[in-house]
């Protein structure tokens, strides 16, 4: 069964940083492009960032450019959004979702084109 979990959420000041992490079991993520999503309270889902299979393509939405970094370890099937200078209005719930990808460069920003994804964790950025 595949599954994709996050961690590493929770209280994070603003300026703070927090770094999640997205773990696959039941299947190997290095033939996987991943993700990252959420979704604030009232509003719909919005792409945050994703990579690339082989980790070399990398995209951010405008909003979180130069403050988040998405990265990938697939020797430990993990997944990994660095995020900086954190804004209130970032709180939110996020997601990482995969899909599986025969080429290595192609990255997905677009979450219908995703059909693994994680359960969420809650981020909330607050003083």
């Known amino acids: 069964q595949l599954q994709l979990v996050e961690s590493g959420g929770g209280f994070g000041q603003p300026g703070g940083s927090l770094r999640l992490s997205c773990a696959a079991s039941?299947?190997?993520?290095?033939?996987?492009?991943i993700g990252w999503f959420r979704q604030a309270p009232g509003k719909e889902r919005e792409g945050v960032s994703c990579i690339s299979s082989s980790g070399g393509s990398r995209n951010y939405a405008n909003s979180v450019k130069d403050r988040f970094t998405i990265s990938r370890d697939n020797a430990k099937n993990t997944v990994y959004l660095q995020m900086s200078s954190l804004k209130p209005e970032e709180t939110s719930v996020y997601y990482c979702a995969a899909r599986h990808e025969e080429s290595t460069a192609a990255v997905y920003s677009l979450e219908r084109f995703y059909d693994n994804w994680g359960q969420g964790i809650q981020v909330t950025v607050s003083s």
């Open positions: 039941g299947f190997t993520l290095d033939s996987y492009a």
